[in-house]
């Protein structure tokens, strides 16, 4: 965000000086599709970061979007349709590839050995958080709307959901995955998918800060030290956060996690709506949401509870690759971001006409 890239390449790498070395950057850069990612932005990202991580000479990484309107708002995944529409032998290729690819960034951000920064601000959802939320210093702008939104496109919260959502306190990543509810910066930092918050006035200021630290070749070192630059970040800027609902709301939300079926939590946030008409929207997006979508998320869930992030991208990597073989995402994409009518035709059309077999299918390749 502290700059204008006039580059036509989807990602921008630089790097900053610093003592002992430099900080590489990376910029996405479509700020017209407020940064979706593509399979070509994936590949140059994994390409670059592993050039990085066996560069001496580069001691961190510097993680933003060049859009002020969003740092990422998640996969082209009408990209990935589009493909399948025009049928053909080779109609899953692209797709099957830009998935696979793009976890295979999620999990070498996830296990980085250097601090990797990542900045937050406006639109972050989907594929936007699988970047962002891997990172081991997470900051988050004012304005944000972050979110996994996949139920009313019929997918998955995919992208290493199964991680982080189900180490959401209170099971609350069950209300997450199941609504797309909209978080501000204050539930992020409560949901512990982000660490910190900073207005964006600020960030150039603290880009200063960060580059005028004394960097060591140690990388144990300097994770020590950006930890302390986050901490002096947070100090500056607790006053600016907003209210999180997610915190004001959080008993409501934990009793009506701990139903174990779709069909419970959809009908428990019914019933807290005619209470409280902030349930309203989640308790909507729920049953507005692909059926088969949403039973399969809550399954996925269930089997990722105690897997590490390599065994959930792995799972992730299966359901992907059903996803676009079964009808509702291709459903989903048409209605939400190709023709926009916003009048997906559900197959099947409800919660009760879901068999488990048809959910098995989606883990089963």
């Known amino acids: 965000m502290s700059h204008d890239p006039v580059s036509e390449s989807p990602v921008l790498f630089d790097t900053w000086p610093v003592a002992q070395g430099v900080i590489g950057r990376i ?34 990484v510097w993680l933003e979007g060049a859009s002020e309107k969003g740092f990422c708002a ?39 050995r250097k601090p990797i920064i990542s900045v937050s601000h406006g639109v972050n959802m989907g594929g936007g958080l699988g970047l962002s ?20 496109i019929g997918l998955f919260p995919d992208v ?21 509810l909209v978080m501000n910066e204050a539930d992020a930092i409560f949901a512990g998918l982000a660490d910190c918050f900073i207005d ?38 607790a006053a600016g956060l907003p209210e999180s609902p997610l915190r004001m709301y959080f008993d409501a939300l934990r009793f009506i996690a701990q139903f174990n079926e779709v069909a419970g939590i959809r009908d428990a946030l019914l019933a807290a709506a005619e209470d409280d ?28 509870r105690q897997m590490s992030i390599a065994e959930v991208l792995r799972l992730d990597a299966v359901l ?22 916003k009048q997906p035709r559900w197959s099947p059309a409800s919660l009760e006409e879901v068999s488990d077999t048809l959910v098995e299918e989606h883990f089963t390749r």
């Not at 990612?37 to 994994?46: D, I, R, V, Y």
């Not at 053909?88 to 980085?112: A, P, V």
């Not at 300097?222 to 630059?229: M, Q, R, S």
């Open 277 to 304: 008409p902030w349930f309203a929207a989640p308790a909507k997006a729920l049953a507005q949401g692909s059926p088969t979508a949403a039973r399969v998320s809550l399954e996925y869930l269930r089997r990722t």
């Open 160 to 180: 290493g959901g199964g991680w982080f959502l189900n180490r959401v306190p209170g099971g609350l990543g069950k209300i997450l995955a199941l609504t797309g």
């Open 133 to 152: 939320v891997g990172a081991s210093h997470r900051l988050v702008c004012e304005r944000s709307k972050l979110a996994m939104p996949e139920i009313h």
């Open 320 to 341: 992907a690759y059903q996803y676009p073989r079964h009808l509702d995402f291709i459903e989903g994409v048409r209605a939400l971001l190709i023709d926009k009518d």
């Open 27 to 60: 910029t996405l850069n479509r700020p017209r599709q407020l940064n979706a990612l593509n399979l070509e932005m994936c590949e140059l990202m994994l390409a670059q970061l592993q050039r990085w991580s066996s560069d001496d000479q580069v001691l961190a």
């Open 74 to 112: 998640g996969g082209d995944v009408a990209q990935v349709v589009r493909r399948v529409r025009e049928g053909g032998e080779q109609r899953f290729q692209y797709g099957d590839k830009f998935f696979s690819t793009e976890y295979q960034l999620n999990l070498l951000i996830h296990e980085y």
């Open 200 to 237: 964006s006035e600020d960030l150039v200021q603290a880009q200063s800060r960060l580059l005028a630290l004394p960097w060591t070749p140690l990388v144990s070192a300097n994770h020590y030290l950006v930890d302390g630059w986050m901490r002096s970040i947070a100090r500056r800027h």
